[in-house]
């Protein structure tokens, strides 16, 4: 029987964009569809940085109890904020072709400022502790608000920059004049990657967003994911990995860091591997960092954000 997929998203521009890239999708298939947003925890508290908050799946947490009250069918999520473990009665149901993994900084036209004493604005561990350690001499400060709002906020304050994921600006065409790509800098995991959810029991829903599910990106995206799991990351950890795929020798790059808060200390792994081990592979990458020095670093970063 057919049946109105309600489509549950946040109410910001770019996660919009998202729901309606997933609507379109389906309009395309033949489905039938409807768009509900609301307004999620994370949106709600912009002023307190996201580690501190202390919930997971901030992003996603107000979707998840509509979606299990029979509110909502399917919930899009933009891939990095979803917690590595899903509520249950919540499974993922389709993972979208993956747009740009890069981090950008956004600046005011004058990058003399790389050299000397400056500020940069970011909400996030993960690029707080890779710029740190590419510039110690350097400052950060907490950033937080949806795209634009972060956007508007650098242009009032001094700083002379901010981190940004470059699929999110591009997506909503906010991409600005000057910004410089980091390429040095590891991404979230599954960055750049749209995750759509819905009920373990919807049999409707399972096998049309099984329709619009990208293999490669599913695949790339799981075992960024387990290795943030098995690091026990979350939010609250400078933890960056990305893994892609080589079709032509059928083999898979993956690179995976941990950094301290403050940047000084990173432990990385570089390294390709065969596709057939995929299904391990994020979790052994992840206990190799462990035994690697990551087990005390990440008692020590638990042990710092406690204070």
């Known amino acids: 029987m057919k049946k109105n997929i309600r489509i549950g998203t946040r109410d910001s521009q770019l996660a919009l964009w998202q729901a309606h890239t997933v609507e379109k999708l389906l309009n395309d ?3 039938s569809t409807t768009i509900v947003a609301v307004k999620s925890e994370g949106d709600l508290q912009v002023t307190q940085p996201l580690y501190e908050l202390g919930i997971t799946g901030i992003f996603t947490k107000t979707l998840d109890i509509a979606l299990l009250e029979g509110k909502i069918d399917i919930a899009v999520h933009s891939m990095k904020d979803v ?13 979208l072709e993956r747009g740009n993994t890069t981090d950008i900084l956004v600046h005011k036209g004058n990058l003399d400022f790389l050299e000397k ?13 890779q710029w740190l350690h590419k510039h110690p001499q350097h400052t950060t400060v907490d950033l937080r608000g949806n795209v634009n709002s972060r956007l508007q906020k650098l242009k009032d304050n001094a700083w002379q920059g901010a981190i940004f994921a470059a699929a999110g600006l591009e997506r909503i065409n906010l991409k600005p004049e000057h910004y410089i790509n980091l390429e040095w800098m590891t991404p979230a995991p599954a960055q750049g990657a749209m995750m759509v959810v819905t009920s373990a029991e919807d049999t409707y829903c ?4 099984a329709e619009i599910n990208h293999v490669e990106t599913e695949i790339c995206t799981y075992i960024e994911r387990q290795f943030l799991k098995t690091l026990e990351g979350g939010c609250t950890a400078p933890i960056g990995a990305l893994v892609t795929y080589n079709e032509k020798d059928d083999v898979l790059h993956f690179k995976g860091s941990l950094f301290s808060l403050d ?4 432990i990385e792994i570089d390294k390709n591997f065969e596709l057939k081990d995929w299904k391990k592979l994020g979790h052994n990458c992840a206990v ?7 087990k005390e670093l990440m008692n020590t970063i638990k042990t710092q954000l406690k204070k």
């Open 29 to 31: 298939l033949g489905y």
């Open 83 to 95: 917690p590595t473990s899903l509520p249950e009665g919540i499974v993922q149901a389709a993972v």
């Open 117 to 129: 004493n400056a500020t940069i604005a970011t909400g996030s561990l993960r690029r707080q502790a």
């Open 206 to 209: 399972l096998n049309a967003l």
């Open 263 to 266: 940047g000084k200390e990173k």
């Open 288 to 294: 190799e960092i462990l035994e690697n020095g990551g």
